[in-house]
T-cell receptor, first 112, second 115 residues
Framework: SQTIHQWPATLVQPVGSPLSLECTVE??????LYWYRQAAGRGLQLLFY??????ISSEVPQNLSASRPQDRQFILSSKKLLLSDSGFYLC???????????FGAGTRLSVL | AQSVTQPDIHITVSEGASLELRCNYS??????LFWYVQSPGQGLQLLLK??????LVQGIKGFEAEFKRSQSSFNLRKPSVHWSDAAEYFC?????????????FGAGTILRVKS
């Protein structure tokens, strides 16, 4: 069966430090992959999505970037974190045969 | 542009009472519609989905939703709420031909269950 892993679960970082959040999917091939950020009372905001290796689409201009170095790996990065980058980050995947997104457990990022 | 409105930020119901969470969407083409549930600090779990066919769809945990095209609505219902249903609920819309199969989410409704 397919599973999605996100790590770390919780992260506290100082302002100006770099960021790397990782998401991997097991048990499938060529999934669509997504990064969302969730702020309280504001639902989910799509940040990036990828339909294949090296193919990244950005939804919102910001301090973050994404990469997909392997078929089932999706990485969210920043060179210098801002206070406003704090939030709950969710990775999701969609199988090629179904229009359903499945979510990871999320990463709580606090930038201090 | 696609959008989803969940008019109720918070809803409180008594355990055993019925529940209806509202969702209205705006989408220019044939929509896919979803309801997800999120417990605090967790990811989102799919409750149910509508792609086509019967407009009343059944999901997990005793939930159902009805697609009403004329009202652009996809309301979630449950006949009898359990305390474990307390969570945040998100409605989402996607497109049949949308590149990347992106979803647009509503802001969510927080459900509180009182005993």
């Amino acid at each position: 069966s397919q599973t999605i892993h996100q790590w770390p679960a919780t992260l506290v970082q100082p302002v100006g430090s770099p960021l790397s959040l990782e998401c991997t999917v097991e048990g499938t091939s060529n999934p669509n992959l997504y990064w969302y950020r969730q702020a309280a009372g504001r639902g989910l905001q799509l940040l990036f999505y990828s339909v294949g290796i090296g193919q990244i689409s950005s939804e919102v201009p910001q301090n973050l970037s994404a990469s997909r170095p392997q078929d089932r790996q999706f990485i969210l990065s920043s060179k210098k974190l801002l206070l406003s980058d704090s939030g709950f980050y969710l990775c999701a995947w969609r199988p090629g045969t179904k229009n359903i997104q499945y979510f990871g457990a999320g990463t709580r990022l606090s930038v201090l | 542009a696609q959008s989803v409105t969940q008019p109720d930020i918070h809803i409180t119901v008594s355990e055993g009472a019925s529940l209806e969470l509202r969702c209205n969407y705006s989408y220019g083409a044939t929509p896919y519609l979803f309801w997800y549930v999120q417990s605090p600090g967790q990811g989102l779990q799919l409750l149910l989905k509508y792609f086509s066919g019967d407009t009343l769809v059944q999901g997990i945990k005793g939930f159902e939703a009805e697609f009403k095209r004329s009202q652009s609505s996809f309301n979630l219902r449950k006949p009898s709420v359990h305390w474990s249903d307390a969570a945040e609920y998100f409605c989402a819309v996607g497109g049949v031909m949308e590149y990347g199969n992106k979803l647009v989410f509503g802001a969510g409704t927080i459900l509180r269950v009182k005993s």
